[in-house]
């Protein structure tokens, strides 16, 4: 079975193969982890276009991207719920430095990419 040209929703797969989704999400990190790299061609979903094997660069930088930016946005919250609310509670804690330090650091790179720089 092919996903391309026009791609497959998790819930199309699991109608279209007879599997579980439990099922095809394996299948799908199998896909992503173990096959897009042995043949150079990366797996890459879309609300959309649902998933797709893609030869065309142009969609791998717009998944790229936006893997990125959802990270961005999980640091940032992680960094603004928990990690400022504990360094401001516990300013000596060395713990909380260290994931105050790099988690910034990590957010700051993960903007920059998100920029296109």
């Not at 699991?14 to 199998?30: D, H, I, M, N, P």
């Not at 960094?79 to 957010?107: C, M, R």
Request: net charge positive; proline share 4%; hydrophobic share 40%.
């Amino acid at each position: 079975m092919e996903a391309r040209p026009a791609g497959l929703t998790t819930r199309q797969l699991v109608t279209a193969t007879e599997l579980s989704a439990y099922q095809v999400q394996s299948g799908l990190r199998f896909l992503r982890e173990v096959l897009a790299a042995q043949n150079l061609t990366p797996l890459t979903w879309t609300r959309r276009d649902g998933y797709q094997l893609s030869t065309d660069p142009a969609d791998w930088i717009a998944y790229e991207r936006a893997c990125v930016r959802t990270e961005l946005t999980r640091i940032s919250r992680l960094l603004s719920s928990t990690v400022i609310p504990h360094a401001q509670k516990l300013p000596d804690d060395e713990w909380v430095q260290l994931v105050l330090g790099q988690l910034t650091g990590v957010k700051s790179a993960l903007g920059l990419l998100v920029r296109g720089a």
